[in-house]
């Protein structure tokens, strides 16, 4: 019940109508912009970003290894956290740009 009720029943409460869907989606969009340097960074270099920052790492790194490169995880849980986070923005992305939610970014002119 705390693990899923108590999150369930805030979001309900919070997302009443489309409005607060499109500001958690766009959150999501740019925090994935944001992330994107850090997430190439750690595919050359190494998912060490967590341990310089915070002193420990999140997860067996030994399974981080992937062809000649690393699998990013940018202060996510693992690297599959990263890649659901990723995927989920840009189906949000998509459907926002597919549904016309958004016309126009309202940074630009």
């Known amino acids: 019940m705390l693990h899923l ?3 369930y029943f805030i979001g309900r409460c919070y997302f009443k109508d ?7 989606a766009v959150g999501m969009i ?4 944001i992330t994107f340097h850090s997430k190439l960074y750690e595919m050359k270099a ?12 999140q997860h067996d790194l030994s399974q981080t290894k ?8 940018v202060f996510m849980q693992s690297g599959l956290a990263l890649a659901m986070f990723m ?5 949000a992305g998509m459907w926002m740009w ?7 970014s309202s940074t630009c002119p």
Do not use: D, Q
């Open 98 to 104: 597919w549904n016309g939610t958004v016309k126009k």
């Open 87 to 91: 995927t989920t923005a840009c189906a």
């Open 66 to 73: 992937r062809w000649g490169g690393f699998r990013p995880m």
């Open 46 to 57: 190494s998912p060490l970003l967590h341990k310089r920052l915070y002193g420990f790492v």
């Open 18 to 24: 489309s409005r607060p869907f499109k500001e958690l």
């Open 30 to 33: 740019i925090g994935a912009l």
């Open 5 to 7: 009720g108590i999150p």
